[in-house]
């Protein structure tokens, strides 16, 4: 059992950056994919960004160039460092860590574990 717990998020404006921070629990966090995802009020969840056990990243096509996802495995804890925020940003942003590592990193459906998620608010 995994337990995720996102922090960072808020209001903040056009143009800043902010990053958010997923905080795991269990002795195997190293052994895990780690993936951020965003949902917007009326929209599917989002696939924003994925990093492997051996620091391999992938990027949703939207966040390209302004997101940089990291991971600390002696603190078992995964970053997502948000660059030149836009309002389209604005969304619940959650953590998720996935068991396989085989497959689309981008597919929610295929993470066993799941952040409550952090508020990010980005104000024009």
């Known amino acids: 059992q995994v337990q995720l717990v996102e922090s960072g998020g808020g209001l903040v404006q056009a143009g800043d950056s902010l990053r958010l921070s997923c905080a795991a629990s269990?002795?195997?966090?190293?052994?895990?994919?780690m993936g951020w995802f965003r949902q917007a009020p009326g929209k599917e969840r989002e696939f924003v960004a994925a990093?492997?056990?051996?620091?391999?990243?992938y990027y949703g096509d939207s966040v390209k160039g302004r997101f940089t996802i990291s991971r600390d495995n002696a603190k078992n804890t995964v970053f997502l460092q948000i660059g030149t925020l836009k309002p389209e940003d604005t969304a619940v942003y959650y953590c998720?860590?996935?068991?396989?590592?085989?497959?689309?990193?981008?597919?929610?459906?295929?993470?066993?574990?799941w952040g409550q998620g952090t508020q990010v608010t980005v104000s024009s």
């Open positions: 998720a860590a996935r068991r396989g590592l085989y497959g689309n990193y981008g597919d929610p459906s295929g993470y066993d574990y």
């Open positions: 269990g002795r195997t966090f190293s052994s895990y994919v």
């Open positions: 990093i492997s056990w051996s620091g391999n990243t």
